[in-house]
Structures are given as structure tokens and as C-alpha cells.
């Protein structure tokens, strides 16, 4: 990254002006294309002028999924989850 200018390679050309997002690491990149010329090995090198910067994608995504229910443990009847201890 090059002060707000990402340069990646793309296997297609993108239109410029296209809105995108990169995920890198725990990051997501967002911008807009502002330049895309073929490159080596048949490649088109992007260069994308990045308006956002997001940032902690892991924590979000576990809180988005404990607010959704989704691999959150359910105790069954009788257990206390948070102890291990049966109670009836």
C-alpha cells in the first residue's frame, strides 16, 4: 500500500470507478479502481484509491455470530453450562 493507493494483480481487468473490497490479514480494504493496465504473466496490475479501512474482522465476526446464535454452545436441560455442574 502506497499512502491510500493499494496495487494488486487481478487475473480480469476490473472497470475503472468499480467499487471493491480487499480482506487481508484482519483488515478489509475499501475503495475504488483508478487505474487497471495489463501486467506481466498475463495479469492486470489494479491500483485502488482506498477510502476505508476496516479493522478487528475476527472479533467482528465472532460477536456477529454469538449475536446470531450460530456456534454459540447451548447447554442442555439440567447442566449449568458456565460451572459443568448437573442440576435437576
Avoid at 460477536?63 to 435437576?88: F, H, I, K, M
Amino acid at each position: 500500500m502506497d499512502g491510500k493507493t493499494l496495487k494488486l494483480a487481478a487475473p480480469e481487468r476490473i472497470s475503472l470507478s468499480a467499487p471493491v473490497s480487499v480482506e487481508y490479514s484482519d483488515a478489509m480494504f475499501l475503495g475504488e479502481v483508478v487505474a487497471c493496465q495489463r501486467g506481466t504473466g498475463g495479469n492486470f496490475e489494479l491500483n485502488i484509491k482506498v477510502d476505508q479501512i476496516l479493522t478487528g474482522l475476527q472479533s467482528l465476526c465472532l460477536l456477529r455470530s454469538q449475536l446470531l446464535g450460530e456456534g454459540v454452545p447451548v447447554p442442555t436441560r439440567g447442566t449449568v453450562a458456565a460451572s459443568g455442574t448437573s442440576g435437576n
